[in-house]
Each structure stands twice: as C-alpha cells, then as structure tokens.
C-alpha cells in the first residue's frame, strides 16, 4: 500500500510510521509527508527517510476554500491508499473527508469520545480521570468523531503533569499507529456503521 502522512510538528508519531515501514512491520511504502509548516520538524524526519515533502502553508492562501484547493490537490497529488494525520493541527474540510472518506486516520491523545479537540491530556488531567490514552481511529466529518480502529491506555499517576502525563500517552501512540497503520495495509479492517471490525 502506499501512504501518506500529514503532520504540522514534532512528528514523532510519523516518526513511528517511517520506522515501521522500515523494519518491515507495515507492509507499505510511505509517498509524502504534507505539512501546513514550513518548520516542522517532520520535514528533517522525512528528508532523512527520503519522503517526499509538499509544504502547504495556510498563510499563503488568500482563503480558507484557496488552501483546502491546494491541500486536495496535494493529497490528491500522492496517490496514497491512506493518509495519515499524526499532528496535523488544522481542521480538515468537508470535501477533502469526502474525497478521501475511509481512508483517513488520526491519532488522538486521549481515549475518545472523552477529551477531544485541543490540548486532551491537560483536559483529562484537569477532569480527574485515573486512566487515559490513545485513540486511532477514521476521520469523518466531526473533530475526533469516526470509528475507533485501536486505543492504548495508560494510568494517570498522582503527581503527574501535562508534561509526563503527555510522555506517557506518547509512548502509546507510537505503539498505537503503526499497529493500526498495518491492520489497513493488510486489509484487515472493515467499517460496519460506527464499529470497525478487525480480522
Ligand atoms: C500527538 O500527541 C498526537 O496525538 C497529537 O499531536 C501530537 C503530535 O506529536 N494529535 P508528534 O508530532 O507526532 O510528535
């Protein structure tokens, strides 16, 4: 299978795909990493695996219809059986989830439905909660809305910060992804309304 990944920062969690492609865990190749910044770190990950890079800088459009245009175009541009948002911080619009409906991933830092949009973990840390994590899952229209394809989780420890509570979800996600990542590639998952079968 061929994938692609959009990712706005860090990019450990690209990281991880990149790494289990490369040990061969993930039976596919990767074909871009899209990015909306032009500092990313994702973008030295991906010079340094040879991914190809298409930086699409929401402030060089004059609107929000001009850059989700040149995002489908890019997407569309790598010809991936799936797409991959491992951080990628901008909402995407209703035509790029319709386009690729069924073959979007994101990766969320806390166990949906709880905690969904920005900063999860100081949400979960903030509510109480004693277990969090992480959740995969398919993108629909909604933010952090689709099928759950895998969650991991982990103890909220007393004491814990946004900062080591954050580290180990982090740890999580890279076991997460790339597990998740496989099961598509080897055709193992199958949508029944909101439940995603695993075979
Ligand atoms: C991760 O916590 C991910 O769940 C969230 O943004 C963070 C990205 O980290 N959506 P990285 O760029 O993969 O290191």
Do not use: W
């Amino acid at each position: 299978k061929r994938i692609a990944v959009l990712a706005s920062g860090r990019g450990s969690n690209f990281q991880a795909v990149i790494d289990g492609i490369a040990s061969g865990f993930i039976p596919a190749v990767c074909v871009g990493l899209i990015t909306d910044n032009p500092s990313a770190y994702a973008i030295e990950r991906a010079k340094r695996a040879g991914v190809p890079v298409t930086v699409v800088d929401f402030r060089e459009f004059r609107s929000k219809q001009e850059y989700e245009g040149a995002l489908l175009d890019a997407m569309k541009g790598c010809e991936a059986d799936l797409f991959v948002l491992a951080g990628y911080m901008r909402i995407l619009g209703q035509q790029i989830v319709h386009v690729f409906s069924g073959r979007m991933m994101n990766i969320h830092p806390a166990l949906l439905p709880a905690f969904s949009g920005l900063h999860a973990q100081r949400q979960a840390l903030e509510y109480g909660v004693r277990v969090s994590g992480c959740t995969v899952h398919l993108v629909d229209e909604g933010m952090d809305t689709g099928p759950i394809v895998l969650q991991r989780c982990v103890p909220v420890l007393d004491g814990d910060d946004v900062e080591t509570l954050s580290e180990r979800i982090l740890a999580e996600e890279h076991r997460a992804l790339p597990e998740a990542v496989r099961l598509f590639c080897e055709n193992r998952l199958s949508v029944e309304g909101r439940r995603i079968r695993i075979r």
